[in-house]
Structure formats: structure tokens, C-alpha cells
């Protein structure tokens, strides 16, 4: 499903009720607080994304270095992981459907190719692999299973805040320490570094809601 039909899809669902699906929040209601509006995202962060192994194709973790810092320092550094056989194609689809929506322009509780939002972009992408999500990243930071950020897979959902664990704002991990999301502060859907001192900082957790 290319990535404006399951945007289409995902307005379509959960009809007037922000935990029925991607709907559109009721006007006053802000589906996201998110602190990348406050300040922009440093130029050391990249946007390029690492290509996807080819179809079927089936690779190994890199080798570790050893134990993870912690995310709070800028020390951290997210696993170089690639897709397994196991889990590939959902993972494959949702990695490449987020990168379909790169440039997007960001607009706060839009959900398609017109404009959309950190929710918003988690909501339509993983509607397109028909996996129903809430409308808003404090709502989805409930959603599968907490994963430990040493194990993260391409697919997982990465959650960012504050120190004291609130959550508000959300992307997509998309390996080799890449990461898709609609960022406020840069007006557009992009890739960037999960390794950069800004987003390290920030990084509250990781969940996996793929099988």
C-alpha cells in the first residue's frame, strides 16, 4: 500500500475518538506536546537512510563492542542491526512506507502526504502493514513491548522526552542508528542520527509492536 493510500486508510478508522486509530484529534486537542519545536535539530545530525537489504535477504546483527552507555549521555551510539528472515518483510515494509513520507512537511495533528505529525507518521505507517495504532505518542508508548534500547530492531518505535520519563514525541527506528520522524523544529518528515548528542539526550525508551 503506497504511503498516501494508507494515510487515506488510516483518517478513514477509528472514526472520532483519539484511541479508536489514526483519527484526527477533535479541534483543541493537540495529539502531541513535542519538545522538537522548542529548539532545532544541530546540523550534525544526519538525514540520509542506510539502504535496505534486498528482498528475502537475511542478515546478521554487527558484532557488538561491548555494553550500551547509557541513552542519557551523548555517548550512546543505537546498534547497527539489519532485518532478520523472521520478522523482515513487516519490518522491511514499515522501514520503507517511513521513508516514502521523508519531506514531508510536518503539521501538528495532520496524518497524510498534505502534512503530518510524530503520531501521525507512526499511525500511517504502520496502518499500511494493517497494524492499528492510538493517535497519539503517549498512547502508543503503551502499545507492544518494551525493548531494551541494546536490542532495538528496525521497526521499533523510539520514544523522546522528558528525564522523568513523559513521553512526547515518537519515531521510527530504521537501523544502523538511523531514525524516521516528523521533526516540528525542522517542518518536515526526515532521518536523522539516534547517536547525536540532542537525540540521546532526549531518547525516553523503545517498543516493538511488530509480531
Given at each position: 500500500m503506497r504511503p498516501h493510500a494508507a494515510a487515506a486508510l488510516c483518517a478513514l478508522l477509528g472514526a472520532a475518538i483519539l484511541t479508536g486509530g489514526c483519527a484526527t484529534p477533535p479541534r483543541g486537542v493537540s495529539p502531541d506536546d513535542d519538545p522538537m519545536d522548542a529548539a532545532p535539530v544541530?546540523?550534525?545530525?544526519?538525514?540520509?537512510?542506510?539502504?535496505?537489504?534486498?528482498?528475502?535477504?537475511?542478515?546478521?546483527p554487527a558484532p557488538s563492542s561491548g555494553g550500551q552507555p547509557s541513552p542519557g549521555g551523548s555517548s550512546f551510539r543505537a546498534p547497527a542491526l539489519q532485518l532478520r528472515a523472521s520478522s523482515g518483510g513487516l519490518a522491511r515494509a514499515v522501514v520503507q512506507t517511513a521513508h516514502g513520507y521523508v519531506g514531508v512537511p510536518y503539521r501538528r495533528g495532520g496524518i497524510d502526504q498534505r502534512g503530518i505529525d510524530c503520531s501521525g507518521l507512526v499511525c500511517a505507517v504502520f496502518s499500511a502493514v494493517r497494524i492499528e495504532l492510538p493517535r497519539t505518542c503517549v498512547e502508543q508508548a503503551e502499545m507492544g513491548r518494551r525493548v531494551p534500547l541494546r536490542e532495538i530492531r528496525p521497526g521499533d518505535l523510539l520514544f523522546f522526552g522528558h528525564k522523568d520519563g513523559r513521553v512526547t514525541h515518537v519515531g521510527i527506528y530504521a537501523g544502523e542508528g538511523a531514525f524516521i520522524h516528523a521533526s516540528g523544529s525542522e517542518g518536515r518528515v526526515r532521518v536523522d542520527d539516534l547517536g547525536s548528542s540532542y537525540f540521546a539526550a532526549r531518547l525516553t525508551g523503545a517498543r516493538r509492536v511488530l509480531p
Open positions: 544541530p546540523a550534525a545530525a544526519t538525514n540520509s537512510l542506510p539502504p535496505a537489504p534486498a528482498s528475502g535477504a537475511a542478515t546478521d
